[in-house]
């Protein structure tokens, strides 16, 4: 059977052409039971818009392009889902492409995806320097949002966490429950999530203990550094293993275990945004709980603030969200749930900041 037309639904629903195409683009109103009648004939006849043929009309595809350093980071999936879902709503469809943490190869995703005539593009940049000029030149010819991570003031709208406060969420909790000589493992990048983290830990660390600042080991993202970090920091015995994500704090919990350290009792271990690992490793663990939902409705948001705008120009816009401390066994003593396999965890919120939509332009470039 040929491919259903619009005069074909239209014959069928009793109606123009034209009531047809109003009602399957939605630009336009169109009378309830007319929309109906349309919608069900469309549906029984089995007719699918042409999507190619109305973005050359429309001068839209409809589509979001988003470039990310890495997707086996098991942050990004959780990320990605729920940017999926805001944009679909908005009746936009996400293109992913993965850059393996290469800015070069990232600048040739964004080329790649401005090539086929997105109508935005968010990109989560791998270098906070190196990503610059392929987010600005892409910037400057369609809405771009950067998300999760920064790559300088001014260069394009921005959507992330607080990285600072969800650090001083963490030092409060371990200073609370006696823990003195922390260190801090994360990641040698540059891209701005591994930067924010690590300065915020040297800024509230010293509170504690004079030497912290200076207890920081640097590799990667990955459970292997967080294994290897803990033969290089253990001989100098801290309370406290403060980690950048929570892949290193979980590879730092395999190591501790086949040592033989006691967990939290000899040493306590937190992590960064609280993906589903951290519910399942042993002990469960103590993480940020980075608010995904959140970040991918604000980006959603003002993507299409953009869109909007796209020929007036307007301030770049610099949301962050606070984060939550989830409070679980491999920090606190007494946390784990004998019940059953569940994990007991206490949530600790930020503190209080304006509504997300309390937006400010971002500050002048220096």
Known sequence: MADATLRDVAQAAGCSVATVSRVMVGNRPVG????????????????????????????STGTVGLVLPQITNPFFPSLVRELEHALH??????LLADCDDDPDTEAA?????LARQVDALVVIPVDEQRSRAAVAAAAAQLPLLVLDRSCGHSVADSVAVDNATGMALVLDHLAQTGRRRLCFLGAAGADSAAVERRAAYEAGAAALDPQAP??????DFSAEWGAAAVDRVWPAQPDALVCANDLIAVGALQRLRQLGVRVPDEVAVTGFDDTDIATVSEPALTTIRQPVAG???????????RLAQKDAPEPRRTVRLVPD???RASSAAGTADPAGPARAERVIGGPD??????????PPSL
């Open 89 to 94: 709503a908005n009746g936009r469809a996400l």
């Open 353 to 362: 900041r304006p509504a997300p939509a309390d937006l400010l332009p971002a």
């Open 325 to 327: 401390l989830v409070v």
């Open 32 to 59: 309830a039971e007319t929309a109906r009648r349309v919608r069900a004939a469309a549906e029984r006849l089995g007719y699918r818009p042409n999507q190619v043929a109305r973005a050359l009309r429309s001068r």
């Open 109 to 113: 995703r964004i080329n790649a995806l």
């Open 295 to 305: 970040l991918a409705a604000e980006a959603a948001r003002l993507l299409e603030l």
């Open 214 to 219: 200076g207890r920081v080991e640097l590799g």
